[in-house]
């Protein structure tokens, strides 16, 4: 028996703009849920595999995550794919991580940390 990790929830100040951003991110339509926060996944659906929850917080981020998001480009190269993600609003993020990584560290508009990995993934 285990448990099965479904969602992953975001703090942030404006949740509908980092659906909306990741959304542009994964090409995953987001969602606006009732209870006041918006989701995405793959499909759509709740039912998909894997979600984002953008959940509003009244405080805004103040260190660097202890958990980010690997990125993998999809039908292009790790350089393209960087491109794209920079012309989106993602800035790049040193966190120490050496010249000789093969990973980028980027942030999202709300500063929150994630790698675009060099392996690409079709």
Do not use: Y
Request: glycine fraction near 8%; charge should be negative; proline fraction near 5%.
């Amino acid at each position: 028996m285990a448990s099965v990790l479904h969602q992953i929830a975001v703090d942030c100040h404006d949740a509908e703009a980092q659906a909306a951003w990741w959304s542009r991110v994964l090409d995953w339509p987001a969602v606006f849920d009732e209870s006041g926060f918006w989701w995405i996944s793959s499909d759509g659906t709740e039912d998909a595999a894997l979600g984002l929850n953008f959940i509003p917080v009244p405080e805004g981020k103040t260190v660097k995550n202890r958990i980010h998001l690997d990125l993998n480009p999809s039908g292009c190269e790790q350089a393209e794919e960087l491109e794209r993600l920079l012309s989106l609003g993602a800035r790049h993020k040193d966190i120490g991580q050496g010249p000789d990584v093969s990973w980028v560290v980027l942030e999202d508009p709300e500063g929150n940390e994630f790698c675009l990995l060099r392996t690409r993934k079709d």
